[in-house]
């Protein structure tokens, strides 16, 4: 390994990575709300519209009207895990870019990490016309979405690839789809929750205690047109049961953040939640390894309202896991990952 010294570069950094979240409102105020639902809402990934005249009707009547119904309860939610930092989300993010370039560096790649958002404030337009700007040649588009949906994942390269056609001189950029099985990332999650075991105790499987593994739903529609994320979702499922050596018994999935009356991926959350409790169901642990930051959907829907639902069925006690978020094994994660990405970008300080 090169001697490398953490002082400034001595020359300018033209690589960098730029990890991509969904992203959060600027405060947790109905109005800030309102215009980050709208912004989510009017993407053509996230509700699915082919036609012109359905985008155009998407944007300028659907997703306002949906944003208007649904910016109080969520202005509420938002609230209710709103930090002195600010958004959850953003925090971790931060925090995460942080700790790759740091552990990158100490490797001898001489790399400038980023963290974006695909909408709200931090998005991946001015996060890319920033690194342009500083003379940044290259790019490798990270999402922090393990398992790949056109909702999630595609959408953010849509942005990303937008924002390189209003540059003369864009930046080369590469991609990574998904790491739903990369052994690094699998070990990551199944020592997070090792972690926690040791802390607070290992659930007793024998006497029926469970673990549940919840991730973000998707329509049952967006599936049967070729999205490839429900059988992503049970394969890391399945390979971090392996990890932590569990049998079938010990462990179920789940899909949460339904909403609409259309079908989504199922086995619903929520459904798991009051089946466990109404079976009196001793201890329950909950996990989300399709978030790899903590944020409104772990926080909120997972650790307060799944909580409710879960004694309110008759469950004994409902321990949620925290994600992954800047935990070092994730980093070096991270860094296994992209370093597997950025080969041939000449990255490496030999000096």
Known sequence: MPTLSLSEPRQPLHTAILLINLGSPDAPQRRAVRRYLREFLSDP?????????????????????????????????????????????????????????????????????????????????????????????????????????AAATASAFDAAFAACTRMRNPPEVRTIRHYADFPPYIAACAQRIRDDWVLRGRPDFASGDRLLLSFHGLPQAMIERGDPYGAQCRRTAALLAQALDLSEADWQIGFQSRFGPARWLQPYTTSRFKTLGAAKTRRVDVFCPGFTADCLETLEEIDLRARD????????????????????????????LAVQHINGWETLDLS
């Not at 155009?56 to 997703?63: D, M, N, S, T, Y």
């Not at 560096?105 to 890319?128: F, P, T, W």
């Not at 004694?311 to 070096?332: E, K």
């Open 309 to 336: 639902i879960f004694l309110r069925a008759g469950g004994g006690v409902y321990r949620r896991i925290a994600c992954v978020n800047d935990s070092s094994a994730f980093i070096d994660a991270l860094a296994a």
């Open 45 to 149: 990934r996230v509700l699915e519209c082919s036609s012109l005249l359905g985008r155009a009707l998407l944007r300028w009547a659907i997703a306002p009207l949906l944003a208007c119904i649904r910016a109080r309860t969520s202005s509420a939610q938002y609230a209710s895990i709103w930090t002195t930092e600010g958004a959850p989300l953003r925090v971790h993010s931060a925090r995460q870019a942080a700790a790759l370039a740091a552990r990158l560096l100490c490797d001898g790649h001489r790399v400038r990490v980023e963290s974006a958002m695909r909408y709200g404030a931090q998005n991946i337009r001015v996060k890319l016309q920033q690194l342009h700007r500083d003379g940044i040649e290259r790019v490798l588009l990270l999402p922090m979405y393990p398992q790949y949906s």
